[in-house]
């Protein structure tokens, strides 16, 4: 089932915990790519000085003002795309970071993307899955745009980390030690049979 606009109209914290074992769907050149999330971080409000929002509305951010639900593609480090999620209400700009997937379906062809390298990082995912900037601004609750999140696995407390965001750079505190980013231990989410086998 295909995430609703509520899901993202949330706290940003809550939606970036529970993207985690969501599935990332791709349309690519009619061949269907989907992975499982499993790293997401948080950037809340132009307080948050790791946010692009704390710029104001720019050419850039405009979308992280928008409505939620909305992908928000930017480009980074001169070669590498990033994908995010823009949650809470409309005007108040915030987004979720995907930072890595577990390929599930359509695995050959992202592996040819990335030349058989792992998708852990969010560069490299959008370069597995063909995500550009041709879909920022993409409605993420509809499939007519090729790109949208469905409900997957629910990943248990148990095996999600919590801790800083990565590659902020020169950020103050307490922005840089925030723990807003989340992450799947090992990296691999287990088969649906072996969470049940374990509770």
């Not at 597995?128 to 790109?147: C, F, P, Q, R, W």
Request: charged fraction near 20%; aromatic fraction near 8%.
């Amino acid at each position: 089932m295909i995430l609703s606009r509520d899901f993202y109209n949330r706290s940003t914290l809550t939606v970036a915990r529970d993207l985690i074992g969501a599935r990332l769907v791709r349309i690519l050149g009619g061949q269907k790519l989907v992975g499982l999330i499993t790293e997401t971080e948080a950037y809340i409000s132009q307080n948050d000085l790791a946010c692009h929002a704390k710029a104001g509305i720019t050419a850039r951010t405009k979308v992280m003002f928008g409505e939620a639900g909305h992908a928000y593609v930017y480009f980074t480090y001169g070669n590498h795309w990033m994908l995010n999620v823009v949650t809470e209400r409309e005007g108040f700009p915030a987004a979720v970071l995907i930072r890595a997937i577990q390929p599930i379906e359509g695995v050959e062809v992202m592996l040819e993307h990335r030349n058989g390298r792992d998708t852990f990082g969010p560069g490299k995912l959008c370069q597995a899955m063909g995500i550009t900037k041709n879909e920022n601004g993409v409605d993420l609750t509809k499939k007519n745009s090729g790109l949208w999140i469905e409900a997957g696995v629910k990943v248990p407390n148990s095996l999600v980390t919590k801790g800083p965001r990565v590659g902020l750079n020169n950020t103050p505190e307490p922005w840089l030690s925030k723990p807003w980013r989340f992450l799947v231990k090992g990296w691999n989410i287990p088969t649906e049979e072996a969470l049940h086998s374990s509770q």
